[in-house]
């Protein structure tokens, strides 16, 4: 059953730094997500990508934060200089043309900024 | 600003007892989506129910959709230990590029 990846599973970055999180959404897919979810809290939307554009995108979404999609099968959000408060389980989703609602979510990043 | 909250936030139920979680939401939607996610894994879609729609059911899941209450439930009938879980409703906007996760649910089957 095909299913979205996320590399790496667990990403430790001083404050500052910038980090980028890896994702391979399901191949015949065309929305792509990003959610991020701090411990012990809700999962938050951070943006979503259609199109090779961002089609809406959370207040958490700030100048920080970037997505691209370089290749025709890999989605990154990268995090410029990275803040304690970033640290959190970073998850991709993403959903086909006709329900484009039911998300499928990857496994999750960890990522800890000491 | 929409949102899905969950209650009870913690539930605790013996196997074989059916469990019920709510979800209540505050603006109109598309859709409402229930998921489950494992302790410090990824999240796995449950259910969709879709506005026009006021039950769904999916082996042993059934949701209900009261759009009038801007309300979902979530049944988990027979429930073993391994629906031991965390399990999130999530609403999107008109449009449906944003998915509004509630809080959550925490609910522990004893075996």
């Known amino acids: 059953e095909p299913e979205v990846t996320q590399t790496p599973s667990h990403q430790v970055t001083q404050m500052g730094q910038e980090v980028i999180l890896r994702c391979v959404p399901i191949s015949n897919h065309l929305y792509f997500y990003w959610y991020r979810q701090i411990l012990g809290q809700k999962v938050e939307f951070l943006v979503s990508?259609?199109?090779?554009?961002?089609?809406?995108k959370s207040e958490i979404f700030d100048d920080q934060f970037s997505v691209e999609r370089p290749d025709g099968s890999n989605f990154t959000l990268k995090i410029r200089s990275t803040k304690l408060e970033d640290s959190a389980m970073y998850f991709c989703?993403?959903?086909?043309?006709?329900?484009?609602?039911?998300?499928?979510f990857g496994p999750g990043t960890r990522l800890t900024v000491l | 600003s929409q949102q899905g909250e969950e209650d009870p936030q913690a539930l605790s139920i013996q196997e074989g007892e059916n469990a019920t979680m709510n979800c209540s939401y505050k603006t109109s939607i598309n859709n409402l989506q229930w998921y489950r996610q494992n302790s410090g894994r990824g999240l796995v879609h449950l259910i969709l129910?879709?506005?026009?729609?006021r039950e769904k059911h999916s082996g042993r899941l059934r949701v209900t959709l009261d759009t009038s209450k801007k309300s979902s439930s979530l049944l988990i009938t027979a429930s073993r230990a391994a629906d031991t879980a965390s399990y999130f409703c999530a609403t999107d906007a008109t449009g449906g590029f944003k998915t509004i996760f509630g809080a959550g649910t925490r609910l522990f089957v004893k075996a």
């Open positions: 990508f259609y199109n090779n554009e961002i089609s809406e």
């Open positions: 989703a993403s959903s086909g043309l006709v329900s484009y609602n039911e998300q499928f």
């Open positions: 129910i879709r506005s026009n729609e």
